[in-house]
């Protein structure tokens, strides 16, 4: 945890900076810290005893803090306001879901490979996974240690776990998903970790995610945020995911919420020696829907990919900060940011990259690409590279544009109107980055959703 | 070729022009007709992509004067879409990329939306599969080429082909061929022309923009007209482009200003 301190200086007031924000918190005057105990204070008391001191641990963490304001750094274009002036509830009573409600959200390659999980609580009956090798574990996370007492070298032990939203996640877990590839397991089948949101009015849940893959495995996932239906809840998830030496992991995330749904999502992975890691996220925001995600390479070789989508409409706001922590040479990593922002929607993209002087030969390039479908969105693109090591290649770019006039006229040329040119040159934009999913039937309903959504 | 009693197809008339308030079209006139080959040839910025793409209907250009009249109708009103759909073919100077929209995909849409005015039936991928495996040996392109974004990472001369590929599928009443020569190796250029040449026939007409005599060996001119500032100087047969070639243009725009 870094702790910035000023030591001199007039620091600007929030109506110096902008009279309507200072206005606006003025009606939300919150204590940010007694709003994040309150948050805590709605965690199911009863857990498995082997979670119990990771939970207190983390308690305690999350009584120093309080819940970041703009003037922190790593909030700065994202008001939690908002968020602020909800009061969330708990998930006392799990809702009982019936197949029919979410099967438009199945995978067919996962029909025998599925984690289910509704308001962040297990459903066993929903779930299945007979199509996995039987020596992989796949399950309820709170179930997991009598059988797999090494779990807890795992749970919890990705660097960042004292940031505020994961230390909350940690200070209220009962349960989450475990997904346990052992050592040379090649796992073909994609494994879907569904998340449905009943979309019961002003639910906090919790999802936790723990990913395990050992030494030479290799395996899929799709962690997969849905909702039923359009109300307000706050969803704050965390997915830890280990890769062992060698190993790959496939990694799809995808966030569905409602127009006022806050999502805060963290996704830690940590890279063992020779370990690859792929990951996709596609985010289609929400009242605020933040992606905290962060690579730590233990290791040497290592190659890291990361390829994120927004695509917002709407007052929606899509953030994602992501952070590639190096620590050793010959890793690599390539990481493409796209946002597509319509109507009042704002994007956010913070892309951190850090190479310290032990990591020589780094080899890492960035690249965030915006585009701007409406004068009153906003997107805000920040690169944040801190290399210290000096024989290293970073390469990084940042582009904000509109629809190219001369694109949109070469297909008005070619017959083509104008609405259906920009939607084709849209949702083009959009494709470099769905097009990498290996999964057929997510890839196809995801170019659905978005050629439905560009309008033209 | 030149017939006396072809249709016209196109006819300009004293067409100005202006792009972000400078005029750059200064009095143009221009006739086509029917089974006519027209040829522009002209210095360096004197229009001649302007007036292809004022043709096309490019927003950024405005007209301010004269007209444009294709196949009787009055050009200006219609949107770039619809003068495509009705017959205008423009082969871009500079072929745009599109990556992530499959050149297969492109060439589908494009060619159904033309198929569609007609009161055609839309074809379905695989007859659209067909005809374009057809057109695709005329210009001796790899059907490769269909499954990479259009344009994307084509060289120079693919992209010329690809126009040229788009012009047979869509068998325009009046191609515009902005500098379709430019940038192809002899090979290129024999496989372009004769694609060109088969595609003209009397029914249709081919106003080419070029530089080079070379084209001009390949595609046989009826006319050819030299422009400068804006405007056609001088109206010549094929022989004119021989004589440019060896005087270049300083004489003719010397005799305008006079
Ligand atoms: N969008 C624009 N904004 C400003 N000036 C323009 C624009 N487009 C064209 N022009 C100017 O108009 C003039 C004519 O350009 P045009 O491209 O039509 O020439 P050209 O005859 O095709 O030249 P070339 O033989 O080099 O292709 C040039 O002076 C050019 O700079
Ligand atoms: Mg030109």
New interface residues.
């Given amino acids: 945890m870094s702790i910035e301190v000023k030591l001199q200086g007039h620091e600007l007031t929030d109506a110096e900076v902008n009279p309507t924000i200072a206005a606006s918190k003025a009606k939300v005057k919150v204590d940010r810290t007694a709003y994040l105990t309150d948050l805590v204070k709605l965690r199911n008391p009863e857990i498995p005893d082997w979670m119990q001191q990771t939970r207190d641990h983390a308690s305690a963490i999350v009584q120093e803090l309080a819940i970041p304001s703009s003037r922190d750094e790593d909030w700065r274009f994202t008001d939690l306001s908002a968020l602020l002036a909800t009061q969330f509830k708990s998930v006392t009573e799990p809702s009982a879901l019936g197949f029919e409600q979410i099967q438009s959200y199945m995978l067919p390659e996962c029909v025998n490979s599925r984690l289910v999980f509704v308001d962040g609580i297990y459903a066993a009956d929903l779930s299945a996974v007979d199509d996995l090798p039987e020596e992989t574990i796949v399950g309820s996370l709170a179930q997991v240690q009598e059988f797999l007492p090494q779990v807890s070298d795992y749970f919890a032990k990705q660097p960042g776990g004292e940031e505020v939203f994961t230390a909350l996640n940690t200070a209220s877990i009962v349960d989450g998903a475990i997904v346990w590839i052992p050592k040379d397991q090649i796992v073909k089948t994609p494994i879907h970790l569904l998340f449905v949101a009943t979309g019961t009015a002003k639910f906090l849940v919790q999802p936790r995610i723990l990913i395990v893959a050992g030494s030479g495995s290799e395996v899929t996932l799709v962690e997969d945020y849905v909702i039923l239906n359009d109300r307000n809840y706050f969803i704050n998830s965390v997915a830890e995911i280990q890769v062992d030496c060698n190993a790959k992991v496939n990694h799809v995330r995808i966030q569905r919420d409602s127009d006022s749904a806050f999502h805060i999502g963290k996704t830690a992975v940590s890279q063992a020696r020779d370990s690859q890691y792929c990951g996709i996220a596609v985010n289609f925001g929400g009242a605020i829907a933040r992606h905290n995600w962060e690579i730590y390479t233990n290791g040497e070789q290592t190659h890291s990919q990361l390829l994120g989508l927004s695509w917002i409409t709407g007052d929606r706001t899509s953030d994602t900060h992501s952070l590639i922590a190096f620590s050793k040479p010959h890793c690599t990593a390539k990481q493409i940011n796209k946002c597509i922002a319509d109507d009042r929607s704002h994007g956010i993209f913070n892309g951190r990259i850090c190479v310290p002087k032990l990591a020589q030969q780094t080899d890492a390039a960035q690249l965030s690409r915006s585009l701007l479908l409406s004068p009153k969105a906003r997107i805000d693109t920040k690169p944040q590279l801190e290399i210290v090591a000096d024989n290293v290649k970073c390469a990084h770019g940042a582009t904000v544009s509109q629809l ?4 949109v ?10 609405e ?1 040119a920009r939607k ?2 849209t ?6 980055v769905i097009n990498e999913i290996t999964i057929d039937s997510l890839k196809s309903k995801l170019q659905t959703i978005v050629r439905s959504a560009s309008k033209g | 070729m030149i017939r006396d009693n072809s249709e016209v197809i196109l006819s300009v008339k004293n067409l100005t022009a202006n792009v972000d308030g400078t005029q750059i079209i200064k009095g143009l006139n221009l006739e086509i007709k029917s089974g006519e080959i027209h040829a522009i040839m002209g210095p360096n910025g004197s229009g001649k992509s302007t007036f292809s793409k004022i043709l ?5 250009y405005e007209v301010t004067g004269g007209e444009i009249s294709f196949m009787g109708q009055n050009l200006l009103k219609l ?3 619809d ?3 009705s017959g205008i ?2 082969a ?1 100077q500079y ?2 990329e ?4 499959s050149n297969r995909d ?1 060439l589908r ?2 060619c159904n ?2 198929r569609k ?1 007609e009161s055609l039936e839309e074809l379905d991928p695989m007859d659209f599969d067909d005809l374009v495996y057809e057109k695709l040996e005329l210009l001796k392109m790899d059907s490769e080429f269909l499954d990479r ?1 259009v344009n994307e990472g084509f060289s120079g001369g693919e992209k010329k082909r690809n126009e040229i590929l ?1 012009m047979a599928l ?1 068998e325009p009443k009046l191609g515009v061929l902005d500098e379709i020569d430019s940038g192809l190796d002899i090979d290129a250029l024999r496989v372009v022309s004769s694609g060109v040449n088969a595609l003209s026939n009397e029914n249709n007409a081919m106003l080419l923009v070029t530089h080079y005599q070379r084209l001009l060996d390949y595609i046989t001119p009826d006319y050819i007209h030299v422009m400068a500032e804006g405007r056609i100087l001088q109206t010549g047969t094929k022989e004119l482009a021989l004589e440019l070639e060896a005087k270049g243009y300083d004489w003719i725009l010397e005799g305008a200003t006079v």
């Fill in positions: 190219e006039d001369d694109a006229f070469y297909l008005q040329s070619r017959g083509i109107d104008s259906s084709l040159l949702y083009a934009f959009a494709t470099e | 096309a209907g490019h927003p950024a949107d770039p879409e003068r495509s759909r073919f423009l871009f072929p745009l599109i990556p992530g929209v492109f849409v494009s939306a033309k005015h974004g788009q869509l």
